[in-house]
Nanobody, 124 residues
Framework: QVQLVETGGGLVQAGDSLRLSCAAS????????MAWFRQAPGKEREFVAA????????SYADSVKGRVTISRDNAKNTLFLHMNSLKPEDTAVYYC?????????????????WGQGTQVTVSS
């Protein structure tokens, strides 16, 4: 199976930038579409961004569009999330997810594998 490990989270000030990384291992052929979700305490898991492997199609939630860039290194099976102009409302645990399809989905249940998450805290 695929194992995902997120890194790069931390405590930052509003307006700062962060780069999150998601390293994937295991069945690399199953790593097609990849996505980032986030979940704040008491909230449902929220879609942030996704990217296909072959077509390079990117998708962003309206709440982060213009401030976030998703990218991936297929050779290293690593997904990145570059976040700029961070806001306190961006505070959440950020999760990396993959699915065995190149089709991008915005629903968490459509993804097959998940990482343990990395905490991002943005102070005002």
């Amino acid at each position: 199976q695929v194992q995902l490990v997120e890194t790069g989270g931390g405590l930052v000030q509003a307006g700062d930038s962060l780069r999150l990384s998601c390293a994937a291992s295991g069945r690399a052929f199953s790593i097609l579409a990849m996505a980032w979700f986030r979940q704040a305490p008491g909230k449902e898991r929220e879609f942030v961004a996704a990217m296909s492997r072959f077509a390079g199609i990117q998708s962003y939630a309206d709440s982060v569009k213009g401030r976030v860039t998703i990218s991936r290194d297929n050779a290293k099976n690593t997904l990145f999330l570059h976040m700029n102009s961070l806001k306190p409302e961006d505070t959440a645990v950020y999760y990396c997810a993959t699915r065995a399809s190149n089709t991008i989905e915005r629903t968490a249940s459509m993804y097959d594998f998940w990482g343990q998450g990395t905490q991002v805290t943005v102070s005002s």
